[in-house]
Protein backbone atom coordinates (compact mmCIF):
# COMPACT_ATOMS: atom_id res chain seq x y z
CA UNK A 1 0.00 0.00 0.00
CA UNK A 2 1.30 3.50 -0.49
CA UNK A 3 1.02 6.28 1.93
CA UNK A 4 -2.28 8.16 1.82
CA UNK A 5 -2.16 10.66 -1.08
CA UNK A 6 1.11 9.97 -2.06
CA UNK A 7 -0.19 9.29 -5.33
CA UNK A 8 2.92 9.62 -7.37
CA UNK A 9 4.58 6.48 -5.86
CA UNK A 10 1.77 4.39 -6.65
CA UNK A 11 1.79 5.48 -10.03
CA UNK A 12 5.19 4.91 -10.12
CA UNK A 13 4.80 1.64 -8.89
CA UNK A 14 2.42 0.89 -11.41
CA UNK A 15 4.57 1.73 -14.28
CA UNK A 16 6.83 -0.32 -12.79
CA UNK A 17 4.71 -3.22 -12.46
CA UNK A 18 4.00 -2.63 -16.17
CA UNK A 19 7.43 -2.01 -17.52
CA UNK A 20 9.13 -3.65 -15.52
CA UNK A 21 7.30 -6.82 -14.15
CA UNK A 22 7.36 -5.64 -10.94
CA UNK A 23 4.88 -5.94 -8.51
CA UNK A 24 1.09 -4.57 -8.55
CA UNK A 25 0.98 -2.34 -5.95
CA UNK A 26 -2.99 -3.20 -5.98
CA UNK A 27 -4.43 -6.63 -6.01
CA UNK A 28 -7.11 -8.16 -7.89
CA UNK A 29 -8.79 -8.43 -4.73
CA UNK A 30 -8.45 -4.59 -3.69
CA UNK A 31 -9.60 -3.39 -7.18
CA UNK A 32 -12.49 -5.43 -7.25
CA UNK A 33 -13.60 -3.89 -3.85
CA UNK A 34 -12.82 -0.55 -5.08
CA UNK A 35 -15.08 -1.44 -7.94
CA UNK A 36 -18.07 -2.27 -5.75
CA UNK A 37 -17.65 0.94 -4.52
CA UNK A 38 -17.82 2.78 -7.62
CA UNK A 39 -21.03 0.78 -8.61
CA UNK A 40 -22.37 1.40 -5.46
CA UNK A 41 -21.88 5.13 -5.42
CA UNK A 42 -23.35 4.99 -9.07
CA UNK A 43 -26.51 3.77 -8.34
CA UNK A 44 -27.16 5.56 -5.41
CA UNK A 45 -26.86 8.27 -7.87
CA UNK A 46 -29.02 6.81 -10.39
CA UNK A 47 -31.95 5.49 -8.14
CA UNK A 48 -31.24 8.73 -5.29
CA UNK A 49 -31.23 5.91 -2.78
CA UNK A 50 -28.40 4.21 -0.03
CA UNK A 51 -26.82 1.68 -1.03
CA UNK A 52 -25.60 -1.38 1.08
CA UNK A 53 -22.48 -2.41 0.91
Request: glycine content about 6%.
Amino acid sequence: PTLPGDYPAYYAAVARALVDGGTNPVTALEAAAALDVLEAARRSARDNVAVQL
